[in-house]
């Protein structure tokens, strides 16, 4: 899976400028390595049969269900019937599916209503970078969580292993389990971006902190057991060793 691209939403009248601020947004985006496709209303609203349409002297006699373009002076509004609403919405929802599929998108609109402006909200709403972020935490957690399980379940035969207790329940069952979780925590590791989702370089790189985040924590843990050895060894105590020692 590709990375969500962005969408710019210009919002106005015609004859506004809209296109023109597109078109320059594009060539400015461009010149600096980015890669924007335009797309606008009007590459919709033509594509109706003419019985749905109404422009200047042509009138189709079911432009009232289709679009209606009134002109005031040199400024033009579009209005909407029925049918016209339902290829609007699919034009949102098709401006959305460009961007999902990894391209960044500048639309030419005209949204007059609030209700047209929160269905653009709706299309867009999977888009939010949040989401992604979100997305790539959430990875983040289950392969920190899954190499934890994996530590624990290989600890616990060699904790055996050193009290000469071997046996299936304690030593290879354990083992098993925690070769298989390694397993999977190092395919995880591999194909992070089929975990997410996404293509950003920055969060596939995530898991790497971990491993940075495991060493760190490696390096305290001998420097404190040099320092304070009584320390070290109180952190590795539980309640019960404390109430066995009492008994």
């Known amino acids: 899976m590709v990375a969500p691209g962005r969408v710019v939403v210009i919002n106005g009248t015609s004859s506004a400028g809209k296109t023109t601020l597109a078109h320059a947004f594009q060539e400015a985006r461009a010149a600096a390595g980015e890669c924007w496709v335009v797309f606008g209303i009007d590459d919709f609203v033509p594509r109706l049969p003419r019985r749905w349409v109404a422009i200047d002297a042509w009138s189709g006699s079911l432009a009232d269900e289709g679009v209606r373009l009134v002109r005031d002076g040199d400024r033009a509004r579009y209005e909407i019937g029925a049918l016209g609403r339902r290829l609007k919405s699919a034009y949102r929802r098709s401006i959305a599916d460009v961007a999902r599929a990894g391209l960044n998108v500048v639309v030419d609109d005209v949204t007059i209503e609030r209700d047209e402006w929160d269905e653009w909200c709706e299309a867009l709403a999977g888009l939010d970078p949040l989401t992604n972020v979100a997305t790539a935490l959430v990875g983040l957690g289950s392969v920190g969580l899954m190499a934890l399980l994996a530590i624990t379940a290989l600890t616990i035969p060699l904790f055996f292993a050193r009290q000469g207790m071997f046996g299936l329940g304690v030593t290879l069952a354990p083992a098993v389990g925690g070769l298989v979780i390694a397993a999977a925590t190092v395919l995880a590791f591999m194909n ?36 304070n050895p009584d320390l070290y060894l109180r952190i590795a105590s539980t309640r019960i060793d404390e109430r066995a020692q009492v008994a």
């Open 192 to 227: 992070y971006s089929v975990l997410t989702g996404v293509d950003s370089v920055v969060i596939n790189r995530l898991p790497y902190v971990l491993i940075a985040l495991a060493a760190f924590g490696a390096c305290q843990a001998r420097w404190l057991q040099r320092r």
